[in-house]
């Protein structure tokens, strides 16, 4: 009479289709090539480390599922805020704050001015930000040119209705109520 081989299972029992593939051995020795440069095989955990770093042919990374993870993609760049906006508005600031000092406010004023109004053109034509910056340097650049203005006619129609003013100019005496 002959007997079946017997098997490894003694009770016959099928493996079960649901349970997780057996992971291998983490800390079992590594098989050894004859060739140094040879490429180690590659890890299907798409979380373990690479085993050589910098190999020049690597294989592409991995994300979940086996999918190729590819950088994210650059936007455009941002355009940014116009450069003469801000100078513009800076001059303009400075204007006011000088308007009253011997007339110079005008001149940072007018130049405030007139780069406002050439930012603005380039902000429309670039799509840049800074279009506040450029109003404002507008209207405080004018602004000082016109206090700047107010302040000197004011200066002259007091020297204009001061009698004396000449002949002490003329004189070189000063009368002062501090003498």
Excluded at 40 to 64: H, I, M
Aim: hydrophobic share 40%; glycine share 12%.
């Amino acid at each position: 009479m002959t007997y079946p081989p017997p098997s490894p299972d003694p009770f016959n029992q099928q493996p079960d289709p649901y349970a997780p593939p057996p992971t291998p051995n983490p800390y079992a020795p590594q098989p050894v090539s004859g060739d140094p440069y040879a490429v180690p095989p590659v890890s299907a955990d798409p979380y373990a480390a690479p085993a050589v770093s910098g190999a020049p042919y690597s294989p592409q990374p991995t994300g979940a599922y086996g999918v190729p993870l590819t950088p994210y993609a650059q936007g455009p760049a941002a355009p940014g805020t116009n450069g003469m906006a801000i100078a513009s508005m800076v001059l303009g600031i400075v204007g006011v704050l000088m308007c009253w000092c011997y007339g110079i406010g005008a001149l940072p004023g007018l130049i405030g001015a007139i780069l406002g109004h050439v930012s603005q053109k380039q902000i429309r034509e670039r799509q840049q930000e800074g279009r506040g910056m450029a109003i404002t340097g507008i209207i405080t650049g004018w602004s000082a040119v016109a206090l700047t203005v107010i302040g000197i006619l004011i200066v002259v129609i007091i020297v204009a209705n001061d009698p004396t003013f000449w002949d002490e100019i003329q004189n070189g005496s000063s009368s002062s109520d501090w003498d």
